[in-house]
């Protein structure tokens, strides 16, 4: 079974609108949550973390996690073409490793594409 | 600062022969993870490395194996390279910590298995 789902896309959303990214997760265990962002060609970087349910904001990023779910989320105010790429959810399943270890398990990432 | 470098950024290898990738990470982070993205099975970890220690490893085959040096440099290997081996090798180097910080990844190693 996969541990984290996103749904693949593309995700079409056009200029100034929201953008919802969503992920699911298997392991309840799971305590922290990531989204990265990717261009293509380029490496993923981070862009919003979350540990604690209810909502995280950050300029125009809004994570959103329910740990009861098993959901996080991602808005994306204003989208602008800029935002175009693929967008990674990361779960931390390390504590199954012991104190310290730091394993995240990736979903396969939603294409987000903003149309001017 | 310089960010996380990686080499070589392309290869091109034959099936049966092996592969050695590098990675320096970020000034200050002895924490170096790698893993693999292909466009099937997308990112896969594959190891992490922590003062030259192997904290916890994904589920690949032996054929893959790391090592991390005292400088906090890690390489990474692959044995007897088939063509599904194909794939971007990222690197990632992190500050260790009781709240572990982000992950800074490298540019990457595209290895190519003829």
């Known amino acids: 079974q996969k541990e984290v789902e996103q749904n693949s896309g593309p995700l079409s959303v056009p200029e100034g609108a929201i953008a919802s990214l969503n992920c699911t997760y298997s392991d309840r265990g799971s305590q922290s949550f990531f989204w990265y962002r990717q261009y293509s060609g380029k490496s993923p970087e981070l862009i919003m973390f979350i540990y604690s349910n209810g909502d995280k904001e950050d300029g125009r990023f809004t994570a959103q996690l329910n740990k009861a779910s098993q959901y996080v989320s991602l808005l994306i105010r204003d989208s602008q073409p800029s935002d175009s790429a693929t967008y990674l959810c990361a779960v931390n399943i390390g504590t199954r490793y012991g104190a310290g270890s730091y394993q995240l398990t990736f979903g396969k990432g939603t294409k987000l594409s903003v149309i001017p | 600062k310089a960010g996380v470098t990686q080499t070589p950024r392309y290869l091109i290898k034959t099936r049966g022969q092996q592969v050695t990738l590098s990675c320096s990470p970020i000034s200050g982070h002895r924490s170096v993870s790698w893993y693999q993205q292909t466009p099937g099975q997308g990112l896969q970890f594959l190891f992490e490395?922590?003062?030259?220690?192997?904290?916890n490893k994904g589920n690949f085959p032996g054929r893959f194996s790391g090592r991390q040096f005292s400088n906090s440099r890690s390489e990474m290997n692959v044995s007897t390279l088939e063509l599904g081996d194909s794939a971007l090798y990222l690197c990632?180097?992190?500050?260790?910590?009781?709240?572990?910080?982000?992950?800074?990844f490298g540019e990457g190693s595209r290895l190519t298995v003829l």
């Open positions: 490395y922590f003062s030259e220690t192997q904290r």
């Open positions: 990632a180097s992190r500050l260790a910590g009781a709240f572990a910080g982000e992950l800074f």
